[in-house]
């Protein structure tokens, strides 16, 4: 693939191993230790947190803001031991994911720092979150916290105005387009679980999960992203949760949060039942796949995440196994996946002319999607991240590691030039969408556009060849 990666940040925080973003080895300190040594230890190292091995949870973690709110304004003697005031069981990161994940991490628990843990339970160091994003991004997580603590609905509302502006900042920052999507969908998650706790109310767990389907839950989001759901109720069927699940689906929407518009959502029975009822559906969706939707069903609970609620409801692994169960369900997938190129022969057409315009979810984007949920899959990927499929699968048989390359680069490309055009919408007064007018587009995007189509076009023909010639694998449930 040519052209793809210059310029286009593969190599930025977002696309690097968390290892390699480390700037040296963790401050380690003894939980008898003092406060007053650990803030030294900080001072001396210049660093802002302190790693604490723990005996029942592999480590603690005290940093400087707990120096401050616990400490200072807390008024604790700074002579107490540090295991008094630090965090006990570190939320960490393996060394292996990408700095885009960690990014997702740090906003969904609120966090600034994660010790960096191997499978082994070695502790390689402290991932900051200086060391992955922009000072625009800072400005990410107090609004997560606004978000988190909207006193009612019109607060709730109101801080929710501030998310498409953040995201228009992000973007004049040269954040990569793999942390914005990131960024964007966790703060989205924080809007639909304060909004719950508004609606039901947030002094216990909830007797059901709310489930994330789409784009955000691949944490792919993007402005004109819309709100895909579904719920799983604990226990009988709560047909009055559908007025719930409204009241909160309304809310959203004022928030800027739009509804799924093919009803894909909460409020539908159809996606509104007991794990009992999910998983008899999934068996009968696997059983025959040409009616009830079955694939577009049984695609969305592959990607499904929990956003609230239980995660024990969690319908998504039994999918996941099913799928693998059924080898003439992932071939239809994969038939899926390959075998809608018309759009991309009609985008090369418009591309031509440099006229009319393009849907570019679906003329590009949705082709990748489909084949890393296929091969992610296939190799028993259990992530939902489009790119953290496609790396699952390289090299597998499934996927070629150079195809894989190359979706991975069109997937950054094409997000890159659609959260572009859709923060200009939004800049100019206009709803965000996937529709492109060629014509405005640069001569850049247009040739890194039209190399996107073409390569992914050319996997998806090398895979349909491969899959008729018998050539992939069998599926090892």
């Given at each position: 693939m040519t052209g793809h990666s210059a310029g286009q940040g593969i190599q930025s925080p977002a696309m690097r191993r968390v290892r390699d973003l480390l700037r040296g080895p963790a401050i380690v300190c003894a939980g008898q230790a003092t406060i007053r040594e650990a803030a030294k230890l900080m001072t001396d190292a210049g660093r802002r947190a302190v790693v604490i091995p723990t005996e029942t949870s592999g480590f603690g973690i005290f940093t400087e803001g707990d120096l401050r709110a616990r400490v200072v304004v807390g008024g604790i003697d700074s002579n107490q031991p540090v295991s008094t005031v630090m965090t006990p069981s570190a939320v960490t990161v393996d060394p292996d994911r990408l700095g885009a994940d960690a990014?997702?991490?740090?906003?969904?628990?609120?966090?600034?720092?994660?010790?960096?843990?191997?499978?082994?339970?070695?502790?390689?160091?402290?991932?900051?979150?200086?060391?992955?994003?922009?000072s625009a991004t800072n400005q990410g997580f107090e609004l997560r916290a606004a978000l988190a603590t909207a006193q009612?609905?019109?607060?709730?509302?109101?801080?929710?105005?501030?998310?498409?502006?953040l995201v228009?900042?992000?973007?004049?920052?040269?954040?990569?387009?793999?942390?914005?999507?990131?960024?964007?969908?966790?703060?989205?998650?924080?809007?639909?679980?304060?909004a719950i706790e508004l609606v039901v109310g947030g002094d216990e767990r909830p007797d059901f999960a709310w489930l994330s389907l789409g784009s955000g839950a691949r944490?792919?989001?993007?402005?004109?992203?819309?709100?895909?759901?579904?719920?799983?109720?604990?226990?009988?069927?709560?047909?009055?949760?559908?007025?719930?699940?409204?009241?909160?689906?309304?809310?959203?929407?004022?928030?800027?949060?739009?509804r799924d518009t093919k009803n894909a959502v909460a409020t539908q029975a159809r996606f509104a039942r007991t794990l009992p009822q999910w998983r008899t559906a999934l068996r009968k969706w696997v059983s025959n796949p040409y009616q009830d939707q079955a694939l577009v069903m049984l695609s969305m609970l592959a990607d499904a995440r929990v956003v609230a609620g239980d995660p024990a409801?969690?319908?998504?692994?039994?999918?996941?196994?099913?799928?693998?169960?059924?080898?003439?369900?992932?071939?239809?997938?994969?038939?899926?996946?390959?075998?809608?190129?018309?759009k991309l022969h009609s985008?090369?057409?418009?591309?031509?002319?440099?006229?009319?315009?393009?849907?570019?979810?679906?003329?590009?984007?949705?082709?990748?999607?489909?084949?890393?949920?296929?091969?992610?899959i296939?190799?028993?990927?259990?992530?939902?991240?489009?790119?953290?499929?496609?790396?699952?699968a390289a090299g597998s048989g499934f996927l070629l590691d150079d195809d894989a390359q190359v979706l991975i680069e069109?997937?950054?490309?094409?997000?890159?030039?659609?959260?572009?055009?859709?923060?200009?919408?939004?800049?100019?007064?206009?709803?965000?969408?996937?529709?492109?007018?060629i014509s405005e587009l640069t001569p850049l995007s247009r040739s890194l556009l039209s190399n996107a189509v073409r390569e992914v076009a050319g996997v998806q023909r090398r895979l349909e060849y491969a899959a008729s010639a018998s050539a992939l694998p069998d599926i090892d449930p």
């Open positions: 990014v997702t991490d740090m906003l969904e628990y609120g966090l600034r720092h994660l010790p960096v843990v191997t499978e082994a339970g070695a502790l390689m160091g402290v991932l900051e979150l200086s060391d992955l994003l922009t009612d609905d019109a607060h709730l509302v109101e801080t929710a105005r501030a998310v498409p502006v228009t900042e992000l973007v004049a920052s040269r954040v990569s387009p793999l942390d914005i999507g990131a960024t964007l969908a966790v703060l989205i998650d924080v809007t639909v679980r304060r944490r792919e989001a993007l402005p004109s992203s819309d709100i895909d759901s579904a719920l799983v109720w604990g226990g009988e069927s709560h047909h009055e949760g559908a007025d719930a699940a409204k009241t909160i689906h309304d809310i959203l929407d004022l928030c800027g949060f739009p409801l969690d319908p998504r692994p039994a999918a996941l196994d099913q799928l693998r169960l059924h080898p003439a369900v992932m071939r239809l997938l994969l038939r899926e996946a390959v075998g809608d190129k018309a985008f090369k057409d418009v591309m031509t002319r440099r006229t009319g315009t393009v849907d570019l979810k679906a003329s590009a984007v949705q082709p990748i999607v489909n084949i890393a949920r296929w091969a992610g296939s190799v028993g990927a259990r992530t939902s991240s489009t790119l953290e499929r496609l790396k699952a069109s997937f950054e490309v094409l997000q890159q030039i659609r959260v572009r055009h859709q923060t200009d919408q939004f800049a100019a007064g206009r709803p965000p969408t996937d529709e492109v007018v």
